[in-house]
């Protein structure tokens, strides 16, 4: 019989190896062991020295969660999850002193967890044509602060919305391309970046824009 080699002090994965242990019911050797996460488990000798076990199983079920976050990675709700994330806690983000810099946070549940987020999305009424807001736009991303709204819905009421006036009434810009048919995008590019007039912008053709552009003409 080969002599038993003390495994004690010696680390396999995300475990340490503290004692020895009666043998197994099949005889062979066990020792106890203790995992990074802070669990003890009794391993097999010969299972911690060929690698077939690394931890006291939280290492697979931390790969079972990120196989499922992977497989969800690039879907509109990991997307959303990950935007107000980037709102919230990343400065170097655009939005970020609208949000984290005004002291909004997402609640750790959520924070910490995807699938959390995704299970009470999918059970508070998500689909792909909702989008998140916040009941108090001054509190925070968590369950109790938080509904699914239509995406036109959502840009009637953002604190930065601005609305137009045009033949007596006043309606933000959604509300005008809606009622006139216009491209959103397009008529917010022309006040934005070409700083045309609102008139302009809804009602010229875009035949017309093509036309001078190719002239070289920038009418103001």
Known sequence: MSKLIDLTGNKYGMLTVVCR???LSDGFTAWRCL???GNT??????????GSTKSCGCLSQKLRHERAKHSMSGTRLYNIWGGIKSRCYRKNQPSYKSYGGRGIKMCTDWKDSFENFSKWALSNGY???MTIERIDVNGDYCPENCKWIPLSEQARNRRSNILYEYNGETHCLTEWCERYNKDYYLVRNRIKKDKWSFERAMFEPVHSEKRNKKAGIRKR
């Open 21 to 23: 242990e009666k043998n």
């Open 35 to 37: 995992c990074e996460c």
């Open 41 to 50: 488990k009794i391993v097999r000798g010969a299972n911690l020295k060929r």
């Open 127 to 129: 689909d792909e044509s």
